[in-house]
Nanobody, 126 residues
Framework: VQLQASGGGLVQAGGSLRLSCAAS????????MGWFRQAPGKEREFVAT????????DYADSVKGRFTISRDNAKNTVYLQMGSLEPEDTAVYYC????????????????????WGQGTQVTVSS
């Protein structure tokens, strides 16, 4: 599956952004989707994930209550609504897809994902 992330940009602290990740090539609803981010000089870190049917979402503690992951299987797109942004949220954000397999384990680590998008830069100014 090919993933194309978009929606990044420059925003002031306290502002909001919505990232989108459009998927193509495979049946989107067969995949759990995730968002990760990587700041300069840091390792890639988990942000949020959503199951194939949107029945469950999980978030990193650092974004819980500020970010919301959602998906529209009819549009083959996953979203990350980001609010109350902080300078510490500055990073390249990546979307990723994990094929649904049994037994399903919520994928919180990057090696658990099968496909990755190219990333979109989010910069939060103080």
């Amino acid at each position: 599956v090919q993933l194309q992330a978009s929606g990044g940009g420059l925003v002031q602290a306290g502002g909001s952004l919505r990232l989108s990740c459009a998927a193509s090539g495979r049946t989107f609803s067969n995949y759990a989707m995730g968002w990760f981010r990587q700041a300069p000089g840091k390792e890639r870190e988990f942000v949020a994930t959503i199951t194939y049917n949107a029945g469950r979402t999980d978030y990193a503690d650092s974004v819980k209550g500020r970010f919301t992951i959602s998906r529209d299987n009819a549009k083959n797109t996953v979203y990350l609504q980001m609010g109350s942004l902080e300078p510490e949220d500055t990073a390249v954000y990546y979307c990723a897809a994990k094929l649904y397999r049994l037994p399903f384990v919520t994928p919180l680590r990057s090696p658990e994902y099968d496909y990755w998008g190219q990333g979109t830069q989010v910069t939060v100014s103080s």
